[in-house]
């Protein structure tokens, strides 16, 4: 179901998935960490700075990665077609109660990152902290609160900004966060789009 944030559009997705075992698998996977061969976090025990943007995140199994990536992919293929866009990272997040995750995006300054980005959240624990969008027209700055629930996916440009505020529930919030990137088959299909029929452009805007 696509949703509107000021011209720009995110999805939700329900995902069928053990959301009690993904939730332990996360909180095992920072308590007892394994090397992985996807490496998309570094784990937290490597990070001297409690202020660095990854101290939050958690490099998740190798099979809560493949779990992941098989479900999510599924539902971006099922937007785009098979073989448009490609698996970048997937990283487990853990807020403790009182804290928050500051405004921001998950965009790359230094290259054309043409793709998407995604959280799932495997619990919704009462008080935790909704998903929030932030967009602006002209001067005026608008936030579009999203409703976190168990098993809910939500898909989004990686250009949005986009925070979650404090969590004010008694145990530690959980979700697990993605990118995609566009393959150049995708990127293809963009460049001969001329009339924006794309799913794309719903979450990035017509260019």
Not at 39 to 45: A, E, G
Not at 98 to 105: L, W
Not at 118 to 138: I, K, Q, R, T
Request: charged residues 20%; glycine residues 6%.
């Amino acid at each position: 179901m696509f949703k509107l944030i000021n011209g720009l559009y995110y999805s939700e997705h329900n995902l069928i998935l053990d959301h009690e075992s993904i939730l332990q698998e996360v909180i095992d996977s920072r308590k007892n960490p394994e090397s992985s061969t996807h490496q998309s976090r570094p784990h937290q025990q490597d990070i001297d700075d409690i202020q660095h943007t990854f101290y939050e995140d958690t490099n998740l199994y190798d099979k809560t990665f493949q779990t992941m990536q098989n479900a999510v992919g599924g539902v971006v293929d099922d937007i785009f077609g098979r073989n448009r866009m490609t698996t970048d990272e997937i990283w487990g997040h853990i807020i403790p109660p009182n804290e928050q995750t500051m405004i921001h995006d998950h965009g790359d300054m230094f290259n054309d990152f043409v793709g998407l980005s995604w959280v799932y959240y495997p619990h919704s624990p009462e008080g935790a902290g909704d998903l929030c969008f932030m967009s602006n027209v002209g001067t005026n700055n608008f936030i579009y609160k999203t409703k976190q629930e168990k098993g809910k996916l939500f898909l989004f440009s990686n250009y949005v900004m986009h925070f979650t505020p404090r969590n004010s529930s008694n145990i530690d919030r959980i979700s697990i966060s993605g990118n995609f990137l566009a393959t150049n088959f995708l990127k293809n299909e963009l460049l001969q789009d001329t009339n924006y029929e794309n799913p794309f452009w719903k979450y990035h805007g017509r260019k």
